[in-house]
């Protein structure tokens, strides 16, 4: 036997079920819009004897501390990942450097400049197809 109220509370579980749904997809749409920019138009600086465009303050103090001729700019900002060491570098309007500087790779691949989006580790992630590896004794 039920209460004569039990629908009324079936109903309210059934609406707070859908608000947070709601509130979930909006994150994805917010998620799913960050992972869409791909390059961003930012102010900052070129060193005329450096031939380095930054926005960096530590950078731009650096080279105005030598009395480099310091310019503002705007720039494209986009964010590339190195193939070989997955290590990131932010790049200004597409001078990508010439190998990576951690492994020295030369192969670069464009990421969304708010990097790859975090996903929480799954149980398949974990699986070891031939079990766990042991040392021989």
Known sequence: QRSRFAHLADQEREAKRHRMLAEFEA????????????????QAWRCAECGV????????????ERGH???????????????????TASVFDRVLPDSCPQCGGKGFKQIPV??????????????????????YL
């Open 27 to 42: 994150q994805d749409s917010a998620a799913a819009q960050m992972e869409a920019v791909m390059s961003v138009v930012t």
């Open 69 to 87: 001729t310091l310019s503002n700019v705007t720039a494209t900002k986009t964010k590339w990942k190195c193939i070989g060491c997955q290590a």
């Open 53 to 64: 465009t930054s926005d960096h303050a530590r950078r731009r103090a650096d080279c105005a």
């Open 114 to 135: 708010q990097g790859t989006p975090r996903t929480a580790p799954m149980e398949r992630d974990q699986f070891l197809p031939r079990g766990e590896e042991l040392k």
